[in-house]
């Protein structure tokens, strides 16, 4: 049963899946140095969980009423993903940053589940979320050694 509380705790996770992606695409195109294949290949992995992971949380904000807003200008103002660095990024770098940032990401989700007590479906997927982003900043941060 959705609460009030459904619609913006998933909209917030919606804005910041969003980010990651744009953030995961960006890195993807711009990594340079050891390891380049794999972290390369690695990025655009975490892409596609990420893609199903917002149509998830989208799809979820319409079956209870309510209106998905995944514009640019909305991911913009509302995204808490720490933004990127233009330009080209080193591999090094790229492992540390998405690491922190997927790890950041699932921590604010998982704050939001006492918020979702009287909505076990979309507690539901975002618990199904959060054990993805742990598993994606792990291939990560296994990289440092
Ligand atoms: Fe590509």
Do not use: C, Y
């Given at each position: 049963?959705?609460?009030?509380?459904?619609?913006?705790?998933?909209?917030?996770?919606?804005?910041?899946?969003?980010?990651?992606?744009?953030?995961?695409?960006?890195?993807h195109w711009n990594v340079q140095g050891r390891s380049f294949?794999?972290?390369?290949?690695?990025?655009?992995?975490?892409?596609?969980?990420?893609?199903?992971?917002?149509?998830?949380?989208?799809?979820?904000?319409?079956?209870?009423?309510?209106?998905?807003?995944?514009?640019?200008?909305?991911?913009?103002?509302?995204?808490?993903?720490?933004?990127?660095?233009?330009?080209?990024?080193?591999?090094a770098d790229v492992v540390q940053q998405f690491s922190g940032?997927?790890?950041?990401?699932?921590?604010?989700?998982?704050?939001?589940?006492?918020?979702?007590?009287?909505?076990?479906?979309?507690?539901?997927?975002?618990?199904?979320?959060?054990?993805?982003?742990?598993?994606?900043?792990?291939?990560?941060?296994?990289?440092?050694?």
């Amino acid at each position: 049963m959705p609460s009030p509380q459904t619609v913006p705790v998933l909209q917030a996770a919606l804005v910041d899946l969003l980010d990651l992606g744009l953030q995961a695409k960006q890195a993807h195109w711009n990594v340079q140095g050891r390891s380049f294949r794999s972290v390369h290949l690695e990025l655009d992995e975490v892409v596609d969980s990420l893609k199903t992971w917002q149509d998830d949380v989208a799809e979820r904000i319409s079956a209870v009423g309510g209106s998905p807003d995944g514009r640019a200008a909305t991911v913009a103002q509302s995204s808490q993903v720490e933004p990127l660095p233009s330009g080209n990024l080193k591999t090094a770098d790229v492992v540390q940053q998405f690491s922190g940032r997927l790890t950041a990401a699932a921590r604010r989700i998982e704050a939001t589940f006492g918020d979702l007590e009287a909505d076990l479906p979309s507690q539901d997927i975002l618990i199904g979320i959060v054990a993805g982003l742990d598993k994606a900043a792990w291939f990560f941060r296994a990289q440092l050694g």
